[in-house]
Nanobody, 127 residues
Framework: QVQLVESGGGLVQAGGSLRLSCAAS????????MGWFRQAPGKEREFVAA????????YYAEFLNGRFTISRENAKNTVYLQMNSLKPEDTAVYYC????????????????????WGQGTQVTVSS
């Protein structure tokens, strides 16, 4: 079992930055690939970014255009999402999730591949 707790959300003006954190407890954090997803009001949850177990392989949704960066510190059981140049359309609840893949390099973009989820943190970008 893995427990995930997100933090770092809030209200920011368009063009600003936020860094989300997701702290994991339970089993060995480095055994999990980690992902960030988001859900805007009235929309389905969508993939944002993921990172492999070792942190070597990041992967991003195409719509980000390089604005976000995912990273992890296995020694701190934490994964981060640095969000820059935020836009009003980035407003959503952001969730982190853990995938117990056996691969050191695979990252998944599908929700069904992730076994554990945090409760989410709200990000609101004002225009």
């Amino acid at each position: 079992q893995v427990q995930l707790v997100e933090s770092g959300g809030g209200l920011v003006q368009a063009g600003g930055s936020l860094r989300l954190s997701c702290a994991a407890s339970g089993r060995t954090f480095s055994r999990y690939a980690m992902g960030w997803f988001r859900q805007a009001p009235g929309k389905e949850r969508e993939f944002v970014a993921a990172i492999s177990r070792s942190g070597i392989i990041p992967y991003y949704a195409e719509f980000l255009n390089g604005r976000f960066t995912i990273s992890r510190e296995n020694a701190k059981n934490t994964v981060y999402l640095q969000m820059n140049s935020l836009k009003p359309e980035d407003t959503a609840v952001y969730y982190c999730a853990a995938d117990s893949t056996l691969s050191e390099i695979v990252v998944n973009t599908m929700e069904r591949e992730y076994e554990y989820w945090g409760q989410g943190t709200q990000v609101t970008v004002s225009s």
